[in-house]
């Protein structure tokens, strides 16, 4: 899961943070024009855009950057690490939301719904496993990945919510180019899954400042 950067910065392209800050964000802003509905009509009154963190959420828990763009239209069907890293099997209601600094960070929310908690925790279990193993856009040969980040946040509102973070930083042999922050947040409440995936040059979001997105996410579930 993650996000264009084209040439911004040397650092964006040496590390293949720019692909993987493509990958989730901006094909959002790709398919803007799209329907994001619901993906059954039975379902329809299962999810509500109000359980979407918002542009200025996002902004308050990252004000260093200038988040500004929310994009509310688009399932966002290009992810870092494919639709297995959003979602599970049998989904039965979907929604995504966008949100950039149309610079060099990008983020996204997804949250399906399931016909069942037992099917939905299969979907969490799934999610989380994909984003451990996923190798897609690896980085170039002059960076090293590895994960800083693989902890449960507690949350107040019934909910199970695991962060994942990604460090993308340059080998002595470049140590000119920009570092790559992607993390993850996928919280279970209910039969509902929440996935929140950013990407930003640089360590990215503060972990205080992320957690607290990620319960706010969390509190807006229903059951």
């Keep these: 899961m993650r996000f264009v950067a084209g040439g911004m910065r040397r650092g964006v392209v040496a590390t ?3 692909s993987a800050v493509m990958a989730v964000g901006l094909s959002v802003l790709a398919t803007q024009g799209a329907d994001a509905g619901t993906v059954s009509a039975s379902s329809a009154t299962a999810l509500s855009r109000s359980q979407l963190v918002t542009v200025s959420e996002v902004k308050k828990a990252d004000p260093r950057r200038n988040w500004f763009r ?14 297995a890293s959003t979602e599970g099997k049998r989904v039965s209601a979907r929604m995504a939301r966008g949100f950039t600094d149309e610079m060099d960070a990008y983020g996204a929310q997804y949250i399906s719904r399931y016909p069942n908690a037992a ?43 695991q962060v994942i973070r990604w460090y993308d930083y340059p080998k ?11 993390p993850y947040a996928v919280t279970l409440k209910g039969r509902n899954v929440s996935v929140l995936a950013f990407s930003e040059m640089g360590p990215g979001m503060p972990a205080p400042n992320f957690d607290k997105l990620a319960r706010q996410a969390a509190a807006k579930l229903s059951r």
Excluded: M, W
């Excluded at 984003?131 to 170039?140: E, F, R, V």
């Excluded at 002595?172 to 992607?182: Q, T």
């Design 16 to 18: 293949g943070a720019a």
């Design 70 to 83: 929310q994009v509310d239209r688009g399932i966002l069907p290009k992810t870092y690490c494919g639709p």
């Design 119 to 161: 099917t939905a925790r299969a979907a969490y279990n799934s999610i989380i496993a994909t984003l451990k193993s996923c190798t897609y856009s690896k980085p170039a040969p002059t960076h090293a990945r590895k994960i800083t980040e693989n902890r449960v946040v507690k949350g107040a509102s019934g909910d199970l919510t």
């Design 172 to 182: 002595p042999n470049d140590p000119g180019s920009e570092a790559g922050g992607f």
